[in-house]
């Protein structure tokens, strides 16, 4: 079976940092391409940063120079580095597994900033 859990949500202020994890087992990371999205109140899921298994990395628009992702093949774990977070980035953070049409996701983390 397959399961990806994310980890490391929370609030956290304005400016702040947070780094999330997303640990997977019954597949191995290192043949998957690696995306974190994120989903707030209201709005579409929407793209943040994808890994590629060439560790080439991809971010959206208004997460570059923030946002870092990063994987860990060895611990079958990736992993999205949030530095300067904004309210904006209120919403629930989920990994994503994919390769070819096959696509594996978890269960969602929730990241709240606020003052």
């Known amino acids: 079976q397959v399961q990806l859990v994310e980890s490391g949500g929370g609030l956290v202020q304005p400016g702040g940092s947070l780094r999330l994890s997303c640990v997977a087992s019954?597949?191995?990371?290192?043949?998957?391409?690696m995306g974190w999205y994120r989903e707030a109140p209201g709005k579409q899921r929407e793209l943040v940063a994808t890994?590629?298994?060439?560790?080439?990395?991809n971010y959206a628009d208004n997460m570059k120079g923030r946002f870092t992702i990063a994987r860990d093949n060895a611990k079958n774990t990736v992993y999205l580095q949030m530095n300067s977070l904004k309210p904006e980035d209120t919403a629930v953070y989920y990994c994503?597994?994919?390769?070819?049409?096959?696509?594996?996701w978890g269960q969602g983390t929730q990241v709240t900033v606020d003052s």
């Open positions: 890994i590629f298994t060439s560790g080439t990395t």
């Open positions: 019954g597949i191995m990371l290192s043949v998957y391409t």
């Open positions: 994503n597994a994919a390769v070819s049409a096959v696509h594996y």
